[in-house]
């Protein structure tokens, strides 16, 4: 009987490991196919102007007076709005383990698009601004100017984001558009959070 459980034992010990090792710590934070959303399981939004600006103004759900963060969306120019074509809110997941919602909001037209990732921190949200981060990282691994992530059809284009929290790395596959494809295949970008580009203001 004894000898059984201590068998037993061995075994879970030296399988634990493997379990550990499978436990999924890996978020995509940029998917292909999300659709941004103005609201969220935790979020509310609308839209409010200051001054020239139009920002996208983000709230905790059930608390509408406190504000989370907000996203410049747009701008007047001579009474003639110009602003982002589809916008809000393409992932809210606990992606650092503290049992906070993280958010990624992603924004773009026929021109241009960004990718924020706003991330709990001493009672507030910081902005990391993904495709910024990127092409910092790009130069320093390539040591050449990085191309625009951000221009729509551009010679490059983000293919894929993934935040691994065990390791703290943020991984981003960034693939050349045919034009470019016999220059370069893929770039792979690691990066940790001690490089991350905040958002401007």
């Not at 037993?8 to 090792?21: E, G, N, V």
């Not at 100017?145 to 943020?170: H, I, N, Q, S």
């Amino acid at each position: 009987m004894i000898l059984t459980i201590i068998r037993t034992i061995c075994i879970f010990f030296a399988i634990s490991p493997l379990c550990l090792a499978q436990t999924p710590s890996r978020t995509k934070l940029y998917p292909g196919d999300a659709k941004p959303r103005k609201n969220t399981g935790s979020l509310v939004s609308s839209e409010q102007r200051v001054g020239d600006v139009l920002y996208q103004v983000f709230y905790l759900r059930g608390q509408k007076a406190r504000e989370a963060f907000r996203v410049d969306i747009g701008s007047y120019d001579k009474g003639q709005l110009v602003s982002d074509w589809n916008y809000g809110i393409i992932l809210e997941r606990d992606t650092t383990g503290d049992g906070v919602p993280s958010y990624v909001w992603y924004g773009g037209d026929d021109t241009g698009q960004r990718l924020l990732w706003f991330l709990p921190k001493d009672g507030h949200y910081e902005c990391i601004d993904i495709f910024k981060s990127a092409e910092s990282a790009w130069k320093r691994k390539l040591g050449r100017a990085a191309p625009d992530l951000g221009e729509v059809f551009g010679d490059y284009m983000v293919d894929d984001v993934t935040w691994d929290r065990l390791t703290r790395l943020l991984t981003v596959s960034v693939n050349a558009n045919e034009v470019e494809q016999k220059k370069t295949q893929t770039v792979k970008l690691t990066m940790a959070p001690s490089v991350f580009m905040n958002c401007k203001r």
